[in-house]
């Protein structure tokens, strides 16, 4: 599974933002999908997945602000993202897995990642 994420920019606190993630193969559709985000010299961090059936999973800093959703005829995953504050600011990245029996909110769950899209808020 190739992704390719897009969306990212530059947006004033309090703002909204949406990101994309494009993915190729046929069987995307049935491959838990997540964002991670990743700020210089922390850690990469679990934000949001969506299970083939639409379940979703949300960190708790997210909770109430961002949306994930998944659209299987266009291969695509998003994260809407409103309310956004100085301390979302990151590289976003999406992920997807083809194992099973794995945490979804577990960045070593993942097998398949694309490349980033940065977020950058301002106060």
């Known amino acids: 599974v190739q992704l390719q994420a897009s969306g990212g920019g530059q947006v004033q606190a309090g703002g909204s933002l949406r990101l994309s993630c494009q993915a190729s193969?046929?069987?995307?559709?049935?491959?838990?999908t997540a964002w991670f985000r990743q700020a210089p010299q922390m850690e990469r961090e679990f934000v949001a997945s969506?299970?083939?059936?639409?379940?979703?999973i949300y960190a708790d800093s997210v909770k109430g602000r961002f949306t994930i959703s998944r659209d299987n005829a266009e291969n695509s995953v998003y994260l809407q993202m409103n309310n956004l504050r100085p301390d979302d600011s990151a590289v976003y990245y999406c992920?997807?897995?083809?194992?099973?029996?794995?945490?979804?909110?577990?960045?070593?769950?993942?097998?398949?990642w694309g490349r980033g899209t940065l977020v950058t808020v301002s106060s």
């Open positions: 992920a997807a897995r083809t194992w099973t029996g794995r945490p979804d909110n577990d960045v070593k769950s993942y097998n398949n």
């Open positions: 969506t299970s083939w059936n639409g379940n979703t």
């Open positions: 193969g046929r069987r995307f559709s049935q491959y838990p």
